[in-house]
């Protein structure tokens, strides 16, 4: 919901826009702003939306590394009954593993680190590493049967992130603009921002492709907001130039080109006085979108210590709930950390006390306003962590697990998913998702189906061929939809 | 009808023997008309809605039809010539029942029924084959007849005002000498024209004045610079590997080499063989070997766990998917998993293909962002500095390692089989990741934690520091650059299942095409012989119908902002038909085999043709109906008009501010950037360090490009990471702020206004006229002179009323303060030149 005050500034800026500029502005012209409205390039999805959306906004919470499903939420007993006996051949099979494990030979059982216990009404299992998210298990929707194709961190996160394993396609929130446009005048409609755990123990990258516009128009791109300084480049004025002042040398710049328009003709050029109005709205809507003088201490304390740390996760999900309340459509968190290859005994604790609390929080917070109803929340990683140790089981503070692609844990929460409820599940070794898999592909359906969109109908044309989120895979998950 | 029993292009060759190049022949006319109905309207469907199932691809045709040749179409009667209502495919694509219906709903890409009018009705008229117009060599077409003759300055006229006419259009008048002057200069030097140029031209009032104002500006050593940029974004030429690592490379010598091949038009078939096969050429020159860098600029993958074999294949897709994109139009990559679905470019083809690039020495495991082969250009004296400055650093590194390693140890306790440490959790991650792997804050807590109980150390960890400043600088300085060469003994190259390094299908042999071959020299060769050189030749032979087209649309695009064919990545079947096709195969045959005496192959031939052109000196000026009937100029029926690149509006701003430095060539530099932009995206592994004094004012192509985040003042940029033709143009609110806000525009802003009060005159008005000329090459109107006096006005009572802000305006940036000058009017004037470097005719082609 909306306040008051937003609905009025929101009027106000969009008056304001078109009252300035004595020609006025087209509708045209202000369509192409961030790609308000969607766009008729490319062949486009027949009709948007496809059917009534339960979702407006979406909030990806994405842990980049790879989060230990069977350390956190996916409780299987028979690791600790066969702690450090192999693996049943069996159940590993011909799995390929990354080159850190492939060349060992020994697979040693490797029970939880952490402590299991069902929470809520639903019963959820989850670990005391996570003791927050525990509290909120009956608003969240955990999926244990995700697997994926991908065994490395690249193309794995741009395999959930686009579809395909190899950058260049549009991410997500790209494909979400660009179907659905957005709401927000004053700020992009398809936002980023990323953080890492504290030590920096984790050397993931954070690859512009993964909230690329790829053969989108650019102006589906994620805006990818800093963690530090300005979080838009480029927002403040010089030095020495006031507001005031600018605002007089956009209104001459404006004079300007309308001369120039008045005998060109070329309608780019109303295109580009709007979009220096809207530089200019941007200088003010950012700054008080990362004002936070006026949240309440208790919200804040629920965030975390970290909250008021600019580039902290916990900072940038109490962006994310601002960002969908100004109307922003699909906010993408990417958070690195979970990469616990040889540290597993100290780190992920610290990671699950990073990002806990921020994430519980986001959720109830969201539930308070009444934003939960029409936002959607994911949250998850890449692949999950082999049930397995990586290391020598005598050499305990370099334990370990590696990248696993073929079972982990998803959950989702809110905009149309069914809350307190667990799905599909992995075999007694939290090895391969057994009941009920869900791919990529499949999430990726689920979420466009949750906006409205049917996953086979939103399409480009590019290099002479449809392309789409899902490639030509994907099936709604029906059963956790509320 | 005729029907086809000698080829099209023999036709039409013969004909263009015995009856020159202006007649026509009705029967001609008829044959052309089928033929171009099959290729324009018929196969662009087929391709679209059938060939899916129904095409190339042999793994996923289904009822084995196929619908892209001629005799299997008509075996199964889904086509009876001249009979629609008995061809079975007219009868699906109408069917109402949903299991009969073609193409299938699942699919939902049903016809529309104008293109099964379409269909009907070729159908009925015989359903005359023909061929994908781009895989039929270009033939010299005749030069179109028109009414408004005069208007025609050379045959790009002719092609162009006969489409107009025939769509009942009249070409814009010819811009102003002064908007002329100013395109023509962006367009060849990236620069605006500079002030003897401007006056050079203005005084000429002979004839041919805009003729030799564009062979000056060949000629200019700008034009290489220029020329180079389009072509680096393609060869995604960078200053780093990418990935995790993103370690830096030394291929600059290589851009150089690029710069220069331009400035001596050196024709492109050299331009060609050079790049992709310089190193085989008998006796080759050490430039030719430097060449062939143009296939080492990919990205290089050093990430811990990666499969050397792996990457190298990486590596060697991406080298066989930039050349077939740049020379071929062609987009390779659906072929690396299955049969094209469109052009007839099997699996087969594409591993074929790749084979000849896999015959490098380069083994995937080298991370190095000057991995062997390299052409070494380092002295021996760099050499023996290198050596020593490593030594130092090493044998320190080992020091402080045993001593970390004593610091953990000195914390661990290991309990009940659980380990733990009386460490605090960040210091104790942070001695385990080493020296090389910190980030500055974990030395900062190292130092607040050893302060007083380790002294020793800390004062190790500074020298280390220091001693690896020296060792990267001396590193910095070797420049070797990654070039191809072939290993003496052949590798065996497999199609790949899914494109996967390990998954081996069938041994396959270089070999071109096999849909294009047509070379009996390479096809007398035995296969195995075959080689990059054989592979370059073949790009350049008269029968290649691709890189001719390719390369001239190229060209076009560059100067309209958009090709002749649309996607000048593809010119498959699923590309966009050309908008103006004889046009194209007129500028293909230019520049294969000109008929003016200019040499083969020149690309300043072709650039002179189309600049000369009345085409191109159209006003780009037009009524409202023009841009709204026609708002990508598809007929150009106007001027060229759209914004600059981004690398250009910047090299534009230091121009005009004339702050550029001129000096060519050399080792990318460090301009002007927000602080941690590069630290953030790697995690504080690489710092920025900006340079100072002239290389801020180089020229945008000698900016430092770090792989994972590009220079960050460019926007619409390709960025580098992968190959890119098509130019892109957007329009958003991210653009505006940078060019008013980031410190290069300002500064040259506070320049521009500074050199505005010393040169302009004496009064408001003069000097906004001096203003309007530097940039625009044009005086003000008299509405636009009043609104820049009124906007002085406006910013010259802000700046007076507050002398700190004025103060701190004028000494934006690191050029020397101009303190001769007022602060409060030189901080009016450089507001209102940042608003003229904003105005929307400053960032765009006039």
Known sequence: MQTPEDVISAQFTRRSLFGQSAMGLGSAALASLFGQQSQGEGISGNGLPHHTPKAKNVIYLFQNGGPSHVDLFDYKPELSRLKGEQIPESIVGKARFSTMTSGQTARPCLPEISKFAQHGQSGATVSDFMANTAKIADDLCFIKSMHTTQVNHAPAITFFLTGSEMPGRPSMGSWLTYGLGVESQNLPGFVVMTSRDKEASCGQIFYDFYWSSGFLPSKYQGVKFRGGGDPVLYLENPPGVSRNARRAMLDDLSALNRDTFSHVGDPEIQTRIAQYEMSYQMQMSVPELTDLSNEPENVLAEYGPDVRRAGSFAYNCIMARRLVERGVKFVQLLHAGWDQHRNLN???????TDTDAPSAALVRDLKRRGLLDETLVIWGGEFGRTPFLQGKIEEIKSWGRDHHPYAFTVWMAGGGIKPGMTYGGSDDFGFKAVQDPVSVHDLQATILHLLGIDHTRLTFRFQGRDFRLTDVHGSVIKRILS | MLHRTISQSTIRIAIGFILGLTVSTTTKAQQEQEHSR??????????????????????????????????????????????????????????????????PPKLAKPLSPEQVETLKSWINAGAVWGQHWAWEKPVRPMIPKTVHSEWVKNPVDAFVLSRLESKSLQPQPEATRTELLRRVSLDLTGLPPSESEVSAFLNDNTPYAYEKLVDRLLASPRFGERMAWDWLDAARYADTNGYQGDGERTMWPWRDWVVQAFNNDMPFDQFTVNQIAGDLIPKAHPDQILATGFNRNHMINGEGGRIAEENRVEYVFDQTETTSTIWLGLTMTCARCHDHKFDPISKRDYYQLFSFFNQTPVSGSDGSGQSAPVLDMTTPQQQIQLRKASAAYNALLKVVLAKETKLREAGMVIKDGKYSTTLPVGIESTLRKGPNSRIPENDTELTNYYGKSQPEYLLQLQELRKLRQVRDTAASKMTRVMVMADSPKPRDTFALTRGTYDKLESKVSPRLLSAFINDPRTESKPEKSLNRLDLANWFMDPENPLTARVTVNRLWQMLFGMGIVKTTEDFGLQGQLPSHPELLDYLASEFQSPL?????????????????????????SAPAESWSNDPENRLLGRGPRHRLPSWMIRDQALAISGLLTPAMGGPSVKSYQPTGIWEEATFGNKTYVQDHGDALYRRSLYLFWRRIVGPTIFFDS?????????????????????????????EAARVFAGNAIRHGGSTDALRAKWIFQKALVRSPNPNELQLMLKSLAKQRAIFQSDPTAAQSLIKTGESPPMTDLNAAEHAAWTQVCLMVLNLDETLSKP
């Open chain 1, 346 to 352: 100290t780190q992920l604790k610290v990671q699950c």
């Open chain 2, 38 to 103: 099959f290729s324009r309207e018929i196969l662009p469907i087929l391709s679209d809605r059938c060939f899916t199932c129904h095409g190339p691809d042999s793994a996923k045709r289904k009822a084995d039809l196929r619908l892209d040749q001629r005799d299997s179409a008509l075996k199964s009667k889904a086509i009876v010539p001249g009979k629609a209502s008995e061809s079975e495919l007219i009868a699906r694509i109408t069917s109402h029942d949903p299991d009969e219906v073609m193409p």
């Open chain 2, 596 to 620: 003016n005496g200019s040499k083969p192959w020149s690309t300043k031939h072709i650039i002179r043709l189309i600049l000369t052109s009345a085409t191109y000196r159209q006003s780009a």
């Open chain 2, 718 to 746: 390709p960025n580098r990471q992968t190959c890119s033709v098509k130019s892109v143009i957007t329009n958003t609110p991210l653009h505006a702020l940078i060019t008013l806000n980031d410190v290069t525009y300002v």
